[in-house]
């Protein structure tokens, strides 16, 4: 009896043979709606930060340089791939690639860096939570986001409530490289 | 000779070890998953062993918790030889959604030096794969960091020296 | 409403005076609030009325008026009723008289407040840490509102965790932190005879990630469901319902029926892959792995259609406040389908191939016996109180969601070990796929898949919420709050009564079964980190230092281990 | 010529070892349905062992000393054993119970290392592995003492080789029986593997050796794996009996090949035993083997 269930059971599992997936040389790409890296189309992002307000990893940090730069840097390092970020913004900028294949060993491999030129804001009122207060009256020099870029970490406070020690350790921002084409 | 050998033979049969540091054990699961029928990487030599001694990989998942901080580092000492460190998971890569909470001491990186990142919430069981793949070799990087600019700004607005300063007559208005 | 009469006119007979209130939102909830001084006698007399203790919760009102609440919460499952217990203590003086010594399962509730707000609790038969790391400084109460989420005292100094005192003439196994069994890191000290398990100690809280205190400071209501589905790996979008839930009756928010549908066939579609998950995991533990190979292989066609569905294999992100986030179209319905016939197919054979093994009965027979009375004195919920005869499932007693008009029946086995948690969770798999069919039959065909939140949540609202985990019934109770974020939010998973009561099933058993005995509640310790402790009988006093704790592993060069 | 033999015994079991086990990993990932490692795996493990840093943890000489000995009693057993046959110079010197006594050398030097470690686990491993051994040696002594009972002669070559000898008999076919049921525990495969179990005491014994130690340990473990399959094809089985050497000892291993094929498949259908419950069927095993003996001894 028990050498029959044994004999059965090898037949048994011998029925749907060897499935491995042949992975690393066949492709096997995500499904469509997949949320994979999300991806900051530079030209549609009016710089709202609705995203960096929504992020429950809160990897999107905003900062002000001045009048007219914003910079917004995804740090992908934390990013749990909700999908949040895509939902709340208003211009649907942000887009959920099908990207898994992610794995990588220095960690700026996963970020992202936009630069945004908020100078022709026209008060159009498209932008994130515009009924209580517009980006662009926030934006004032002292900037009404002022997370650390250097330190990854979304901080929610006005340049004015820094001491000016924080403030010289974000002096050294470099520009990225290319322009936006 | 034998050392030539062993280095050689090193990439084709990774024991690895999981440490599982404060993670919600989604990425414990797709771990082992990545032992089972359609994945199996033991196809690579890989296998999952349950002493520090016997491992050239620790699998490190999940943000090290302030408990877990000297338990992981404990670990990673009792390693022998030539050893990597995976960080699989947003939260090894880089503590996750809660990686400044009182008790949690931020990703991976805090307690040992990680050699390879495998971000995801959980990655896919070919995410992780494709991160064992790029350590030995068989595939390259895909990741790349992506800087844009919108506009390329007329005067350089970067010269954040004194000669700027005094130019650029907003910033006596706003200084005071 | 006889049930909430019945416990009403017995609260006040006996209490008439320290009763401040009692309000009833909802045929199914009942709200008490009592005075710190009847606070014992009262859990005691809902207890005799045939409750069950659910969860305590600790919360902050200093700011408003100076007091700590604290909440204790009962369900009546015969009468599909939830009592709730609210009191409170000045800040000065926080103590309240524990309910421990009546309620064994609420020992853990109070233990954490004392960690966490501070709170004194007398009587408590041991009232040492819980949730902190050993080198927290005492004094310092996270949960309290003037400390900051990101706090990161100093080390204090290198106290280590008192264990209990082994029974005499058993040795310290240290089943540490990074166990091949435990793919968690928790660590057991299993006191051994030879090979008889004589008590266990536990200290866990490796994974306490200051999730609440996150919740209730740095992220808003909507983000709240997607911080909670990565509470736990396995039963992620559980808790996302389950707090999405409680916003909703606190709040108010009426979800469509298409949501609620949407919502039961997650859940069940998760059931699904936890159960295939838990018999590969079984199976691996009693070094069985080619049932490992197999459930798994069965399992990942499940894990590829909720990639399909939801744009991620585990952490669905499908709820949100007011219903789901993604729709479930006709040809998703039809994949559904399809995968649901394939599954029984192979489920079956699976079934017929571990339940007739005799190997596997020689394995699990007997082993991590708990007799029904403990179940009950512990309060055990779920699969392993259902193999104990005990007929609890919260989709029946209190019905959420769709489960109202879904027709499905409770597997229920009274052999009470591990045989029988085995039985149990293979015959829900197939109700699982009962129900789905019917999910998918039943469901509107149109309507709004999410409802638009007002301008701002109402605060200070109150609310419980029951949702069956694939390993039992998770709890989650919620206060509203300002700033579009909740107050206060606890969440208990279903691990953690059944790990109570691990230390009383692991008793007179062999070592060798303590990996199956642990593994048969399924224990989702990332869920649960919290602490059990058994009382190891009597035994010589002997007090164990950090080292034991790494057991695992050891300097190099000489370090030796100290056994 | 029969000192050649010694050195193609080693050579043969040294490099056979991991390909018997490869092949034993493949059978197991095809019950799985995977893939499975390719089959010179083990050779690959091996190698990478021994570049590895070796942690001294335990720091006594028992610790350092424990694997070179079960290396070395395997190694002497093989080099005894007549090997296609043909008893080779060592061979003529030694009888079977030098076989016996060398085989529980080995174990006893497993225990040495686990009780030198100083670990919990390790400690649990050891007195398993002293249960196996005190119950599951003598079976193997007593197929070795059947031989010699019904050859007259305690020598090796006789002793290993009764039934080509003295035919096939009942004695012989309880002890066939007694020894299949026993091969499992032999060989520590998975329903009795309960020493070295994995998921519980994380590799019982060998939990603290490290690098070149723990690879002299998997070496030794593998050779025993064959010593075993291929006594149970020497004994029970009488095929490799031609004057070709070569040719006996190609058949001879294709005999041993059978036998592993068909210990992956028993192995990967079975859950672990405990001990308890391994211990009652250690008697039951001894207990026939006993019958066989005596069997033997009153001649049928």
Redesign the interface.
Known sequence: MWLAS?IK??LM??K?????LKYPFEPRPAPENFRGAPHWDHTKCIGCAGCAEHCPARTIMVRDLCQEIRVLLYDGSRCTYCGRCAEVCPEKAIVMTPRFEQATDDRNDITENLELFMLTCQRCGRCYDMETTSAIDKLGLTGYRYDSLEARTVIRKATDSFRPKELEATERYERPGKTGD | M??K???K??P??L?VYHCNSGACNGCDIEILNIL???Y?V??F?IKL???P??A?VMLLSGAVTRPTLPLVKRAFA?M???KLVFGIGSCAVGGGCWFDTYNVTGGGATAVPVNYYVPGCPPRPEAIIYGVALALGLVDKKAAPVELKQVEFPIDVYERNKAWEERNVIYEVLNK | MDAIARIETGLKGRFGADIKGLSSPSPARLFVDVDRRALRASSKMLIELGGRYMVGIGYDEIARNGTLGLIHTFAFDADHVAVVLRTSAPASDPTFDSITPDIPNAGWSEREYQDLLGMKFTGHPKPKRLILADDWPDGIYPLRKEVPYNLEPPAAEDVAYRLDEAPPGT????VGPF???LHEPEHFAVY?D??TIKGCDYRGFMTHRGIEKLCQTQVSYNEVPFVAERICGICGSVHAVCYAQAVETAAGIPISRRAEYIRTIMLEIERLHSHLLWLGIA?????????F??AW?VREKVMWLAERITGNRKTYGMVVIGGVRRDITPEIRAEIEGLLATLEKEVMVLKNAVIGDS??H??TKGVGFLSKEDTIRWSLVGPVARARGLRLDARKDHPYAAYGDMTFDVPVVDSCDVWGTLVVRVLEIFESIAILRQALAGMPADGPILTAIPEALPPLRHAVSMVEAPRGESVHYVITGEENRPERWRVRAPTYPNLQAVPAMLLDN??????IILGQIDPCFSCTDRVAVVDAGTGAKRVLGRAELE?MS????????R? | MSIVAIFVNVLLFLLLAPLFEGVM?RI???????????IV?P???L??L??????????NWAFKLAPLAALASILAVVSLVPFGSRVNALGGRVDAITVVYLLTLGGVSVLLGALAS????A??GA?REMVTMVMVEPVLAMTLILGAVRTHSLGLGPAVFSTAGAGFSLSTGVMLVAYLLALQAFVAK??F??PE????I??GP??????PD?GMFRIYMMMKQMFYAWLFVAVFIPIGRTGLYPLNILLQLLGTLVVFVVIA??G??????????AVKIYAVLILIALGAVGLAVAGV
Request: with cysteine.
């Open positions: 044994k059971q090898v599992v011998m749907p043979g060897v499935v491995t | 034998l050392a050998i062993a280095k033979c090193f084709r049969s024991w089972t029928p359609y199996d033991e196809r030599g062993v349950g002493s001694r016997h050239d009792a022998p030889g030539p | 040795t310290i196994v240290p166990h091949v069994s051994v030879g090979e199976g691996h533990l009693i070094g069985f792995d080619t049932v190979m197999q292989r190997a596997i020689r394995r062999q070592f060798a079964d303590f990996p057991g050891r300097k190099p060069e000489g370090g030796g281990s056994s | 990993r197991t990932a095809r019950v799985q349905s995977r893939q499975g490692p390719p795996q050779y690959y493990d190698f990478k021994l570049g590895k840093e070796r942690i001294n943890s335990a720091g100083r670990n919990t686990f400690a649990i007195s998975q329903p593997d309960i179990a994995e998921i519980e994380l590799e060998f939990i603290e050796y490290s690098g723990y498949l028993v990967s259908t079975n859950p672990r035993l405990r001990i308890d419950q």
